[in-house]
């Protein structure tokens, strides 16, 4: 029988996941606060704080908004119901913000990564991403190289 889980292991307001390899390895110019479509099980592992935003990334299909290989693993105490941890989930923004989106990563060749996961004031959850080109290895050098004289400073 699975592990019977206790109301206080529950997120209900605040972070749930980072990806910090985004800001390493995309130069993100735009961030957008989106809304999940998701299954009930779905959420009930996110407030348990079970979920991954590595290797995650935006497509579009049919003029909406998705993201794929955001990892959210089963809830344990599901019974009859389930979800599948790698489904592409799709994303709540305004229309304008669709188009926005959809055009930068048609022509520009921008890419959309998931940021950070988190439930907003109302318990609901949000996804932040951002819009962004993929860092050449220079770039990647630079930015390391900036956070060590960045970190030296701090210590004089």
């Known amino acids: 029988m699975a592990k019977k889980e206790k109301h206080s292991d529950f997120i209900t307001t605040g972070q749930v996941a980072v990806n910090r390899r985004a800001t390493f390895d995309y130069a993100i110019e735009e ?90 004031n109302r318990g609901r959850a949000k996804l932040e991403i951002g819009l962004g080109k993929g860092k050449k290895l220079y770039d990647k050098r630079e930015t390391i190289k900036q956070r060590d004289i960045d970190r030296r400073l701090k210590e004089y």
Do not use: C, P, Q, W
């Open 31 to 120: 961030t957008f606060i989106a809304g999940l479509e998701l299954k009930g099980t779905e959420v009930k592992s996110l407030r348990l704080g079970k979920a991954s935003l590595t290797d995650t990334y935006g497509s579009f299909d049919d003029g909406e908004l998705y993201i794929e290989n955001l990892k959210i693993e089963e809830y344990a105490n599901k019974g009859y119901e389930k979800h599948d941890a790698n489904r592409k989930k799709k994303l709540l923004l305004t229309r304008h913000e669709i188009n926005k989106i959809i055009g930068a990563m048609a022509k520009r060749g921008y890419s959309l990564i998931a940021k950070r996961l988190f439930f907003d």
